[in-house]
């Protein structure tokens, strides 16, 4: 918007401007340098730490395209969140634009995330007349490193991981050109100047090869697991249809079977074997270059043996590095151009997490020889360093909108937009999918994917994120927020960091800062209901929660209803061991001594015991449980390999069943509250069809769901429902509750921009405690 009182159309005027959002590292400032020169105007644009700041002069209508355009045309990863304007008295002589030198100080803009290598960028990189040739590190202002190689604001090459790089005569007359595609492309290097790649034995000693790419390739068709260094880490590599590789990879890493990721060369490669409508393909063609969940077609698992044992979906993604490129590249025989990516590719690759089990990303070249001894056969590593350490992104589409399961590379940590101002908030999340939170005004970052806080590696990697965030974002909290639970470490941290810095700490229920989340990324003002389904977390009353009605205002809550709970037999463990939850759902109908001869497992008799004598058996109301005692009633899984394992597998059969309708005493609504599904687990204990009783659940599941949420909907007067917790993952159950309500007349929300499992906890919490020390004010 102009200043109050513009001049007329003739006079030459100056604006001061001020742009937010997403503008450092995005080749802005020579994108503001073109459309100034080529409108004649005057002036200068700099980077600062609050964004982009320009002076520009000349004709009204010229500053008013010019404005206009700044936001419509922006860069590909731009994203202009607002432009201020001043007015300033206007110089005598002013012919030239120029981009002047950045200048530090407060921070008040945001970190770009990494993007994948652009087309422009792959022509060069196939074109054998270009320098760049099959050069790994090949990039522009469009596509490259950002949030991975930040060390400080502004972004500028001295407070990156390529600051230790002089630049070539060539890439430096590239840098220094306004209109150069890699003007203050902060990581631009060639292989005269920039990283190299090396190849080393699994001993870490380097290997004299010719050709690195080659040979990595070579290792791969050989049936070897490569360690190949990344973006935001290492990747542990395989040939996907060698089914001895993935074999030997999964043993190594102890993960019986945790389904792997596979990375093919495009969406053609893939054609027979995953379903990807266009929705799909557009989150996977994206600059942020997620993994994919995608429906398996028949015979996926003959030609990946071993990658997704069992489930109805295979994790996919495209090649966003020029390294990973070029493996394909290699393999299809170097053809030149680009023609060849639309073309069906042999080589699909098994690429998962290079870490021991549980442990964070390794980053470093010497931490991978060491950590990654034995579970790699060769390494291929580079001498630039990862800053940040930030693990691939894992997205399903639902009706053309992204649903985040890991949030990390590709969208950390772009801010998301509050419904009001308020203190900056430091929120440490959960101990399972862990995430952080920084607010800064109305603006809130959330970091990139953590992992679970149960070993001392992962605990160092959160703390060391806060670092670095507080760092780059120059944000100093005022206020601390954690979980209730106060046997987290992330609450533990969150309490010593508040006294050592004397500030106050606010526990947030886990329940409530799922469906806040919710509430703060729809900017949901005022009083909503919530519907909170996930495997555990610790209620106000002590108690273990996990499938709760919520009436949520601004700073607190209501428990409003929760699912009738059953016991936990061993406790924790029976999270681990569905038998034991479909043990207690025969206990609860009074079948108990049914126990032992369904299950024979050793405990069986000993699980009989704990749940006549109530010893060892705490109650929980979680939804998780829930599904895992339908899985173990149904004979579907008895002991889970991995989290939410029993689930996966119970929606798995369900969507081969097709639609079915639900059973219709299959719950009881009581007057207290509680929605009571043990009929449902009644007639599932007596059902000799897996996937018939799959469907079933799901639909009888959604449908006292839905109708539990309208009755309190009609109680309270309140139309809008917002839907968290790691439950609403599963896209049968997501859909129907949705679906279900909407007809109803009510409105619906769901994460969107962060995943509705304890990965979006941080942001409700952070919310939460800005409402909370508000209203104490």
Same mark, same amino acid.
């Given at each position: ?531 909170? !389904?996930? @495997?555990?977390? /610790?209620?106000?009353? +002590? #108690? $273990?929660?996990? %499938? ?5 205002? &601004?700073? =607190? ?92 597998? !119970?929606? @798995?059969?369900? /969507?081969?069943?097709? +639609? #079915? $309708?639900?059973? %219709? ?5 009581? &007057?207290? =509250? ?104």
């Amino acid at each position: 918007m102009l200043p109050v009182g513009s001049p007329s159309v003739a006079e030459v005027v100056r604006y001061r401007l001020r742009v937010r959002g997403q503008v450092q590292g995005v080749g802005f400032r020579p994108f503001a340098y073109r459309l100034a020169t080529e409108l004649g105007l005057g002036g200068w644009v700099r980077n600062d730490g609050r964004g982009v700041d320009m002076e520009v002069q000349g004709p009204l209508p010229d500053l008013e395209r010019l404005m206009r355009d700044l936001r419509l045309k922006a860069p590909p990863l731009a994203r202009v969140e607002g432009i201020e304007v001043r007015e300033m008295a206007p110089r005598p002589a002013c012919p030239n634009f120029l981009i002047e030198q950045s200048r530090t100080g407060m921070v008040r803009t945001g970190v770009s995330p990494d993007a994948a290598v652009c087309d422009a960028c792959l022509e060069e990189l196939f074109d054998p007349a270009d320098r760049r040739y099959r050069y790994p590190f090949i990039n522009c202002t469009h596509c490259g490193p950002r949030y991975t190689i930040i060390g400080a604001l502004p972004y500028d090459r001295p407070n990156t991981a390529m600051a230790g790089f002089g630049l070539c005569p060539e890439c430096r007359r590239e840098y220094g050109e306004p209109l150069d595609r890699r003007f203050h492309a902060e990581p631009v290097a060639c292989p005269t100047c920039g990283p190299q790649l090396t190849l080393h034995d699994g001993e870490g000693l380097a290997l004299a090869v010719p050709d690195v790419l080659a040979a990595a390739l070579g290792l791969i068709r050989a049936g070897q697991v490569l360690a190949v260094k990344g973006l935001g880490g290492f990747h542990l590599v395989c040939d996907a249809r060698q089914g001895e590789a993935v074999a030997r990879l999964r043993a190594a890493k102890i993960r019986a079977e945790k389904p792997f990721a596979v990375m093919a060369a495009n969406r053609a490669s893939l054609a027979p074997w995953v379903r990807c409508d266009d929705q799909a393909a557009l989150l996977l063609e994206s600059t942020a270059r997620p993994i994919v969940l995608l429906p398996r077609e028949p015979g996926g698992d003959d030609q990946f043996p071993g990658v997704a044992p069992g489930l109805a979906w295979l994790g996919v993604m495209l090649p966003y590095t020029p390294l990973h490129y070029l493996l394909f590249h290699e393999a299809a025989g170097r053809p030149r151009g680009t023609a060849w990516l639309r073309q069906p590719q042999d080589l699909v690759l098994v690429c998962t997490s290079g870490n021991p089990r549980g442990e964070p990303l390794v980053t470093d070249n010497d931490e991978a020889f060491r950590r990654l001894h034995g579970l790699a056969d060769a390494y291929v590593v580079h001498d630039r360093d990862i800053l940040v350490r930030c693990d691939d992104s894992v997205l399903q589409s639902n009706r053309g909108a992204p649903v985040f399961i890991r949030r990390a590379r590709g969208y950390a940590p772009a801010p998301i937009k509050l419904p009001a101002r308020g203190p900056s908030v430091l929120a440490l999340g959960g101990t399972l999918k862990n995430t952080i939170c920084l607010t800064r005004g109305d603006e809130a970052f959330v970091s990139q994917h953590l992992g679970d806080l149960d070993n001392v590696a992962a605990r160092t990697a959160l703390e060391e994120t806060v670092a670095h965030l507080l760092k780059v974002l120059d944000i100093r909290p005022e206020r601390v927020a954690h979980d209730l639970h106060p046997d987290f470490h992330s609450s533990r941290f969150a309490l010593a960091f508040a006294a050592a810095h004397g500030l106050p700490a606010v526990a947030v229920q886990h329940h409530h800062a799922h469906i806040a989340a919710v509430m703060a990324e729809h900017a949901l003002r005022g009083s909503c209901l919530g519907l909170a !389904l996930d @495997g555990v977390g /610790l209620g106000s009353d +002590g #108690t $273990p929660w996990g %499938g709760e009605l919520l009436r949520v205002e &601004e700073g =607190g809550f209501q428990r409003l209803g929760h699912l009738r709970p059953l016991a936990l037999p061993g406790g924790d463990r029976a999270a681990r061991e569905p038998w034991r939850m479909a043990a207690s759902a025969l206990h609860a109908l009074g079948r108990g001594s049914e126990i032992i001869h369904r299950f024979p497992h050793e405990g069986a008799e000993v699980v009989a015991r704990m749940l006549e004598r109530g010893i060892n058996a705490p109650f929980t109301s979680s939804a998780g449980r829930l599904f895992d005692a339908a899985a173990g009633l149904l004979g579907v899984k008895d002991r889970a390999n991995f989290e939410g394992q029993a689930a996966m597998l !119970l929606e @798995g059969l369900a /969507l081969c069943r097709g +639609g #079915t $309708p639900p059973l %219709g005493d299959g719950y009881v609504l009581g &007057e207290n =509250g509680i929605l009571d599904l043990l009929p449902l687990l009644d007639h599932l204990a007596d059902l000799g069809d897996p996937d018939l009783g799959a469907a079933i659940f799901h639909a009888t599941l959604a449908g006292g769901l839905v109708e539990w949420a309208v009755q309190a909907c009609a109680r309270t007067g309140i139309g809008r429902v917002a839907l968290g917790g790691g439950c609403f993952l599963n896209g049968i159950l997501r859909t129907a509750v949705r679906e279900g309500l909407e007809r109803m007349g009510i409105e619906v929300y769901e994460a969107r921009r962060l995943p509705p499992n304890d990965g979006g906890l941080s942001l409700g919490q952070a919310w939460v405690a800005q409402a909370v020390l508000l209203q104490k004010e």
